[in-house]
């Protein structure tokens, strides 16, 4: 009786432990989910730059094959090489780009005017679409306002009034100021991209064993054969990536440049960069591309589709089955709706980092799953 009533009480001090073990995880998890969602930007800000050095250090091992040179000095070979490369493109075509973009910018605005006026006079309601500014600048550039107001009292003499002065410099003031902020939050996060990247490239090694510290040494070899999967995986992938880029920009920037489409050398760009995000962005470089080429004529923007059609076939059968698939095989759909779930959740930066993200997840799935029949052999 004594056995079995210990037997008994053992029972409820392990289902109480259990119980106990089982809420602090579900609050820990929790904590986690909360803090992941109110520092989300943060977040995605430091996995940026975790990839900008996994880049590099994936260029300075290529370069390590062709060279015995140490990591550090190859890691400033592959910086320096690329430092040069930035600044020879905005030295030499630094003011192309600035045209360009100011040609692009207005033609998009144009267009985007033309759509709205053809589907009003379609009896599409177009209030839910935001027109307005693009509408009213694209219509603004080319008439000049009639409507004259009578002038206050004040202002009859050339001086205007305290109230005025105050409005205006006001909204000067909070125009400049948000000009100002937007513009150190974009440098801001850029140096601090760049700065995370340069550190995990230049000592990698000591933040793979903080990395692995911090795991129980009980799961700690297979803590380490998932970290060292997951940083060949992220290498291979975005190797592959930069090449698929660059040549989704040579062919955008030499096919529209043959069409005769104006701003080829920025909508290359744009395209190139677009690509970094699978599906989505060829869908939206491909749109841009298109709405940019209706201000040359139909037959510009029919031959710029054709185009577009050329290069998304290029990118999705040809460069993602040869380069892609040997680093990274997700399904298309799998991969679209985790892309539209982030983007619709976090914003661009989920759309942007959607890959790599699912490509850290796919990895741990996988080697939990070959885990498994393993342990159960």
Partial sequence: MTDSADHRLQARNDLAWAIAVGGIGVVLFAALLTFAWHFAATLFLLFAGMLLGVALNAMTTLLGRLTKLPHALR???????????????????????????????????????????????HGVDTSYLDFTNAAGEAKGEGTAVTTTTTPPSSQSHGIPGAGALASSGGAIISQTLKVLLGTVSVVGNFFIV???????????????????????????AQATIIVDRIGETLERWLIAQIITMTAVFLVTWIG??????????????????????????????GLI???????????????????????????????TPIIQRQALDIPPATLFAFQILLGVVFGIWGLALALPLMAIAKVMIDHFKTEEPARAA
């Fill in 256 to 285: 529209l440049a043959i069409i005769g489409i104006p701003s080829s050398f920025i909508l290359g760009i744009q395209a190139g960069l677009l690509a970094f995000i699978p599906t989505v962005g060829a869908i939206l470089g």
């Fill in 289 to 319: 591309v298109v709405l940019a080429s209706l201000a040359t004529g139909w037959i510009a923007a029919l031959s710029a589709f054709i185009l577009f059609l050329g290069v998304h076939a290029l990118e999705s059968y040809v460069l």
């Fill in 75 to 121: 890691l400033a070979i592959v910086c320096l090489a690329m430092a040069g490369l930035l600044s020879g493109i905005v030295f030499l075509g630094g003011a192309t780009i600035a045209q360009q973009a100011t040609v692009l910018s207005n033609t998009i605005k144009s267009q985007l005017g033309s759509v709205k006026d053809f589907l009003e006079q």
């Fill in 194 to 220: 760049l700065f995370l990247g340069l550190a995990f490239a230049a000592q990698p090694s000591i933040y793979r064993a903080g990395l692995l510290f911090i795991a129980p040494a009980k799961y700690r």
